[in-house]
């Protein structure tokens, strides 16, 4: 499991001008014998409602059934600072239930370590003992939380079973490079090859799994595995957020409108009875954190109105939405630019 290659480094796009990610500046692994050993209560992750790489995350913690092992907070949608400046602290911590007063990204990466200003990105996965990220690596962070801590887990579940591994990370050969990191080479890609690049790669890449889903459960087959948890959150965000966002005209079409296999199964995954993976959603904030910034005119209004136009029928209303907010305590401030 420790020696997976970097997603990052192994799908990276060929066109000139597009948008290169590269690789997640601290890959360490909790596992026997480490630094960083297996335990319940240990370890900590900053995360945000916003962002799909923190909604993988999230999605395997209550899927492993994790909560009272793992512990979790969110950062609010706030930047601190410009980019490329001195100022510049990464997201705002609104609270840190670990104790350490931290009061931005900037400074959980900093702990113990001098890190300085480099890629404050969330998911982060923090040990309270030594003080120090453990990893900012969704996809390293997704394989921990799937068998690090079985031995405290509510449901034993293994979503990257052996015999499997090989399928799945084909699915992972399709759906980052396509589709989750495929929306933004779209975004930020610098010429037209670029952009022409990253929207070829999503439109096969949703044909791929819209053929996939219209015969099978889930993307494997039968079995919900790591492939479905990396996918979901990009594909449930792309009609409210990505579509418009992300792509230039014509845009393409929509989920809603040529994909009813990949619509059926986000609806199965979000209703799911047994694992109860809706607790991880929330696309309201979801666009506010994308679509409400300094280079954007939308308030906070417009981004709730695109959100209620363009949910599907069977998503919480935003009243629904505020009732989850109150009774899972978070503070308001992780809602709100």
């Known amino acids: 499991m420790t020696t997976r290659p970097d997603d990052e480094t192994k799908y990276t796009p060929k066109a000139p001008g597009a948008f290169e990610r590269g690789p997640n500046n601290l890959q360490h692994w909790v596992k026997e014998g480490g630094d960083f050993p297996p335990a319940s209560g240990r370890y900590h992750m900053f995360i945000n409602y916003g962002c799909g790489w923190s909604h993988q995350v999230m999605l395997a913690r209550v899927a492993k059934g994790l909560?009272?092992?793992?512990?979790?907070?969110?950062?609010?949608?706030?930047?601190?600072?410009?980019r490329r400046t001195p100022e510049y602290?990464?997201?705002?911590?609104?609270?840190?239930?670990?104790?350490?007063?931290?009061?931005?990204?900037?400074?959980?990466?900093?702990?113990?370590?001098?890190?300085?200003?480099?890629q404050l990105t969330v998911p982060i996965l923090f040990d309270k003992e030594s003080k120090r990220v453990v990893s900012n690596d969704p996809a390293h962070i997704l394989l921990m939380l799937?068998?690090?801590?079985?031995?405290?887990?509510?449901?034993?579940?293994?979503f990257y079973p052996v015999d499997w591994q090989e399928e799945i990370e084909r699915?992972?050969?399709i759906i980052f490079?396509?589709?989750?990191?495929g929306?933004?080479?779209?975004?930020?890609?610098?010429?037209?090859?670029?952009?022409k690049e990253g929207f070829d790669g999503l439109q096969s890449a949703l044909a791929m799994v819209e053929k996939q889903l219209a015969s099978s459960s889930y993307l494997c087959g039968e079995k919900l595995t790591l492939a479905d948890?990396?996918?979901?959150?990009?594909?449930?965000?792309?009609?409210?957020?990505?579509?418009?966002?992300?792509?230039?005209?014509?845009?393409g079409p929509?989920?809603?409108?040529?994909?009813?296999?990949?619509?059926?199964?986000?609806?199965?995954?979000?209703?799911?009875?047994?694992?109860?993976?809706?607790?991880?959603?929330?696309?309201?904030?979801?666009?506010r954190f994308y679509m409400q910034g300094p280079s954007s005119k939308l308030t906070q209004d417009d981004c709730d109105k695109r959100h209620a136009e363009f949910k599907y029928s069977w998503m919480p209303s935003a009243e629904e939405l505020v009732a989850k907010r109150a009774a899972e305590g978070v503070h308001p401030d992780c809602f709100v630019k």
């Open 89 to 118: 602290r990464g997201w705002s911590l609104p609270e840190d239930p670990t104790g350490n007063g931290f009061a931005s990204a900037y400074d959980v990466y900093n702990s113990n370590l001098d890190y300085g200003q480099a």
């Open 177 to 181: 490079p396509g589709i989750n990191d």
């Open 146 to 158: 799937n068998s690090s801590f079985d031995a405290w887990a509510e449901r034993k579940e293994d």
């Open 171 to 173: 699915w992972n050969g």
């Open 254 to 287: 929509m989920l809603a409108d040529t994909f009813p296999a990949i619509v059926a199964w986000l609806k199965r995954l979000f209703e799911d009875p047994e694992r109860g993976l809706q607790a991880t959603c929330d696309l309201e904030v979801a666009t």
């Open 229 to 251: 948890l990396r996918a979901f959150p990009h594909l449930f965000r792309f009609d409210v957020i990505y579509h418009e966002l992300m792509l230039r005209e014509p845009h």
């Open 67 to 82: 909560q009272n092992v793992v512990s979790m907070s969110h950062t609010g949608l706030k930047l601190l600072g410009a």
């Open 183 to 195: 929306v933004y080479r779209c975004w930020f890609g610098g010429t037209d090859e670029a952009y």
